[in-house]
């Protein structure tokens, strides 16, 4: 199956983790169309209602820093054909392929479920995380707005708050952020792959070009909010040559730190990228994969808490080391982008506060 122009994956096989059955070709009039005419079909973004009972997630991960979390959406319209999240959509008996990209799922109800948990009296303030999972600002939140709604809690509460995004959507809430911003409420990951539009296009089909996200750090940063730059994932033989220009322009853009992980490709997301290599990248796709496994213990992915986020062995270390040296060049000191949890305020009930 070859890509579909503006979408990343070129597969949509269901997984076969939970003994779901592989779709065939006429489970799906969009993905049999080619063997009854020839047409290649142009699939469209569908959205599902989810009335999720809690919105925000707890974990306990030794290698995350944030313990609860809010996933406003399920599956992710960029398309990123890397993305960690899309094993998630085989819950839903859906492919991590396109389904992931194109049958999307929407949580309304998302701010009146968040007032209703901070306003438990067991409730502990911690920091709570946006863009975990799939993007907080990907285009349906332009209709949509839950992001925003979500936003207007937190910060009507002076609860702190992360956010991880690759869009400059997010600068349609830059009211809300600074405003958080001046109480050291909040602070934003940005994430960049690669300056060159070409190799963005297929690996983030629908997320906003570079120099869109470059400039959202920009107004980010004058704005008073803290930026933090991920150039995340790098991908050896596709990106890794631009880490030392990433972090440069990162630095010169206003980001006030920066972070890279090495690709990860859990469950299902290893053969869709095999598949994306090999469509784009015929000529070097098994020097990649020789790369990714080398720094993945001799596996397609490496699930340690202790190795997943950095990677081992002499490519790991390559490139960590390339990524201090830039990392100090461009003027970095490691600082730490924390958020304060004292200015928490329970949301208002129907009684008005008295103070």
Not at 159 to 188: C, E, G, Q, W, Y
Not at 195 to 218: K, M, N, Q, S
Not at 237 to 252: F, K, Q, S
Request: aromatic residues 6%; positive net charge.
């Amino acid at each position: 199956m070859a890509s579909e122009k503006g979408r990343g994956a070129t597969r949509n096989e269901a997984s076969g983790r939970f003994n779901i059955p592989h779709r065939e070709a006429d489970g799906d009039w969009l993905d049999a169309l080619p063997a009854i005419d020839g047409l290649a079909p142009h699939r469209r973004t569908s959205v599902t209602i989810e009335r999720a009972r809690r919105i925000i997630t707890r974990n306990n991960s030794p290698d995350i820093a944030f313990s609860q979390s809010i996933n406003a959406y399920r599956g992710c319209e960029h398309g990123c054909i890397y993305c960690f999240a899309r094993p998630s959509h085989a819950y839903h008996d859906l492919s991590p392929g396109l389904d992931f990209e194109t049958r999307l799922f929407a949580k309304p109800d998302a701010a009146k479920l968040l007032k209703e948990e901070l306003s438990r009296s067991n409730y502990r303030v911690a920091p709570i995380a946006m863009g975990t999972n799939t993007d907080p600002y990907q285009p349906i939140e332009r209709e949509w707005r839950i992001t925003r709604q979500c936003l207007e809690v937190l910060a009507e509460c002076r609860h702190p708050l992360f956010i991880t995004t690759k869009s400059n959507r997010i600068l349609r809430d830059i009211d809300l952020l600074s405003d958080m911003a001046r109480d050291r409420l909040v602070s934003v990951a940005l994430s960049l792959t690669s300056l060159d539009p070409l190799v963005a296009r297929t690996l983030e089909p629908r997320a906003p070009h570079p120099l869109r996200r470059l400039d959202a750090i920009r107004q980010l940063a004058e704005a008073g909010i803290p930026v933090l730059t991920s150039i995340s994932p790098v991908i050896p033989g596709i990106t890794d040559h631009e880490i030392e220009a990433l972090v440069a322009r990162v630095a010169d853009a206003g980001a006030r730190e920066v972070s890279y992980i090495p690709i990860r490709l859990p469950h299902e997301v290893a053969p869709l990228f095999r598949a994306w290599l090999d469509e784009h990248y015929p000529d070097r796709a098994g020097k990649v994969m020789s790369i990714i496994r080398d720094m993945r213990g001799g596996r397609d992915n490496d699930p340690d808490f202790r190795t997943r986020m950095r990677g081992q062995g002499v490519w790991a270390d390559l490139i960590r080391t390339r990524f201090i040296k830039a990392r100090m060049r461009a003027g970095f000191t490691g600082e730490r982008l924390t958020v304060r949890t004292d200015l928490f305020r329970p949301p208002e009930g129907p009684q008005m506060r008295l103070f």
